[in-house]
């Protein structure tokens, strides 16, 4: 399709760690914390330095914190914005059977 960006690299970057959660903080990141954002934007420099165009995340991931911080980072770095794609996912959970709320979740 015309106008759409193509991957030229065949890895993607999870972000599972780059939560700021208690979960992220306590279980997923043992204690240490969260990862602070001047180093989250040190890792996007060199991911996109490096040619990388693909970030892996979920709401699942810190409760979606991981999401936020890419927003975040991404704002702070315009020299990344459309350079990188960014994949999500959510849980189909017992709460979300209807229609709608399946559709309700990509607009949280």
Not at 5 to 34: F, P, R, Y
Not at 49 to 54: A, S, T, W
Request: glycine letters at 12%.
């Amino acid at each position: 399709m015309a106008g759409m960006q193509q991957l030229s690299k065949q890895i993607a970057i999870g972000t599972m760690q780059w939560g700021d959660s208690w979960l992220d903080e306590t279980l997923v990141n043992k204690g240490g914390g969260s990862i602070p954002d001047d180093t989250l934007d040190d890792i996007l420099k060199v991911l996109v330095k490096g040619g990388v165009q693909f970030l892996d995340t979920a709401e699942g991931y810190g409760g979606g914190t991981s999401e936020r911080r890419i927003g975040e980072m991404m704002a702070r770095n315009p020299e990344a914005q459309g350079r990188l794609f960014v994949a999500s996912k959510f849980l189909p959970t017992v709460w979300r059977w209807t229609e709608q709320s399946l559709i309700d979740v990509p607009e949280t």
